[in-house]
């Protein structure tokens, strides 16, 4: 018997990696807590001592008499019960230390079950949790699909260690290419930062240290067959893979891709980038419900504004008189320092409107901050008149398209 619970023990330490150590103690506690109900619960001097080597045990009463003698009848089950408890808290403790580890990483397994809108994930030694948050909106599973997710947090409860998981955290790109492309693997190409709307589009911004190895290309791969792969996994969603450049102006140009960028102007006190580009190309820049300047914007760590050239043209053109802040006497003094319009004033500093007559510094921020503000007003406006003469146009076409189609029917 003793030889066969040492052969338990060995098993029980490699199949779940419990320390025979931890076990040994359950056994001397559960041995304790059989005594204590043979004795009495008042009784608390007692000690028990398991041999390793023998797999022989003995308990000793507060006396320090051995009681080992008639110890075999007395509470078998109440050992049992205790050992079992104690191998069950050791084994959460195992996986608990083994998945907090393992955040921020990725983790697969199937869907197991759905409960109180969450979808549990079978991982195999544990259980995790996606709440249907993280799940993106063109994402739907069944029991038994197979899936893959990001360790968000790891808890511990009294049911046992709650693994949270995420599909929709930019997190689960930057892992995904990681483990997709060897260079990154290996310390070559940089992830600078990643941003996402799960299930609609995300940018990685990469960068190479070595002059030989092509960041963009690398993340590709051959025929796109990497990037392809990571496609697939987060149920086709787009990826722009654009390259880092130390230059903020380059960088922030290139995050707004695939639209072409004219120019960029930057603001490194607000740290905000004025954006300027080809009327063909602002939407293509803006993205749809602005997604993609939303996106560079997370990419980059600036605030982008972007401007058409014809709105440019259009919202610079507006008198100082019309900003908040500005009385008559104050535009004559602009006007001669030589900011005539809104757009004057926009391109100007603290320092160099505090040095016009009669302008004091915070005289100067509630000029420029009311000169941004209507040309931010001029530009919806411009924007929207053009929006409704896109929508008058398109629905002239239809209606001609429309009579063209009901004449045709006619001389038929």
Same mark, same amino acid.
Not at 9 to 20: N, V
Not at 195 to 210: H, L, N, Q, T
Not at 355 to 374: H, M, P, Q, R
């Given at each position: 018997?003793?030889?066969e619970l040492?052969s ?17 103690n359950?056994i ?13 619960k #008042?009784?608390?001097?007692?000690k ?6 023998t797999g022989d045990?003995?308990v000793? &009463?507060?006396d320090g =008499? ?6 075999g009848?007395?509470?078998a089950?109440t050992?049992?019960?205790?050992i079992i408890?104690?191998?069950?808290? /050791? ?5 608990f230390d083994?998945y907090q #580890?393992k955040v921020?990483?990725i983790?697969?397994?199937s869907? #197991?079950?759905f ?5 549990v994930?079978?991982?195999?030694r544990?259980? &995790?949790v996606?709440?249907?948050?993280e799940?993106? #909106?063109n @994402?739907?599973y069944?029991? &038994? ?5 990001l360790?968000?947090d790891? $808890? $511990? ?12 955290n930019a997190?689960?790109v ?13 310390g070559i190409v940089?992830i600078k930062?990643v941003?996402r709307e799960a299930?609609?589009r995300?940018k ?12 963009v290309g ?16 987060l149920? &086709?969603?787009?990826i ?6 130390i230059?903020?102006?380059e960088f ?11 120019s ?9 980038? @004025?954006?300027l580009?080809a009327?063909?190309?602002l939407?293509?820049?803006?993205g749809k419900?602005?997604q993609n300047?939303r996106? *560079?914007a ?6 982008i504004?972007?401007?058409s ?8 053109k507006?008198p100082v008189t019309?900003i908040d802040?500005?009385?008559?006497k104050?535009a004559?003094?602009?006007a001669?320092? =030589?900011?005539?319009?809104a =757009?004057d004033?926009a391109k ?5 409107l505090?040095g016009v007559?009669g302008v ?5 921020e ?10 931010e ?5 411009v924007r929207?008149r053009?929006g409704?003469?896109? $929508?008058?146009?398109? *629905?002239?076409? /239809?209606?001609?398209d429309?009579k $063209?189609?009901e ?6």
């Amino acid at each position: 018997m003793n030889n066969e619970l040492l052969s338990i023990l060995d098993s029980i330490e490699r199949d779940k990696g419990i320390k025979k150590e931890i076990l040994v103690n359950a056994i001397e506690s559960a041995l304790i807590s059989a005594a204590r109900k043979k004795l009495g619960k #008042h009784v608390m001097d007692i000690k028990a001592k398991f041999d390793q080597e023998t797999g022989d045990f003995k308990v000793f &009463g507060p006396d320090g =008499g051995e009681l080992s003698g008639n110890f075999g009848r007395i509470s078998a089950q109440t050992a049992k019960q205790v050992i079992i408890q104690k191998i069950r808290e /050791a084994e959460r403790d195992v996986v608990f230390d083994e998945y907090q #580890h393992k955040v921020n990483d990725i983790t697969s397994g199937s869907v #197991h079950r759905f409960e109180k809108g969450m979808i549990v994930v079978d991982l195999g030694r544990a259980e &995790g949790v996606l709440p249907r948050r993280e799940v993106p #909106h063109n @994402e739907e599973y069944r029991q &038994g699909d197979r899936i893959k997710a990001l360790i968000m947090d790891v $808890k $511990k409860t009294p049911k046992g260690p709650e693994i949270l998981l995420s599909r929709t955290n930019a997190g689960l790109v930057k892992r995904l290419f990681e483990l997709e492309v060897p260079e990154i693997y290996e310390g070559i190409v940089d992830i600078k930062s990643v941003s996402r709307e799960a299930g609609d589009r995300s940018k990685i911004a990469v960068y190479s240290k070595d002059d030989k190895v092509d960041a963009v290309g690398a993340c590709v791969g051959m025929r796109g067959q990497r990037v392809k792969s990571i496609v697939r996994e987060l149920g &086709g969603e787009k990826i722009d893979i654009i390259r880092w450049n130390i230059d903020v102006g380059e960088f922030i140009a290139s995050s707004l891709s695939p639209a072409e960028i004219s120019s960029v102007r930057l603001n490194e006190a607000e740290k905000r980038a @004025e954006v300027l580009v080809a009327d063909d190309q602002l939407s293509l820049a803006i993205g749809k419900k602005g997604q993609n300047v939303r996106l *560079a914007a997370k990419l980059t760590g600036w605030n982008i504004d972007i401007r058409s050239k014809a709105e440019l043209e259009n919202v610079n053109k507006v008198p100082v008189t019309e900003i908040d802040s500005v009385g008559p006497k104050t535009a004559k003094a602009l006007a001669k320092a =030589g900011f005539k319009t809104a =757009g004057d004033i926009a391109k100007a500093d603290i320092k160099q409107l505090s040095g016009v007559d009669g302008v004091g510094k915070k005289t100067a921020e509630k000029i420029l901050k009311s000169a941004k503000k209507v040309l931010e007003q001029k530009v919806h406006e411009v924007r929207d008149r053009k929006g409704k003469e896109k $929508k008058a146009q398109a *629905a002239d076409q /239809a209606d001609n398209d429309k009579k $063209k189609s009901e004449e045709g029917k006619d001389k038929e």
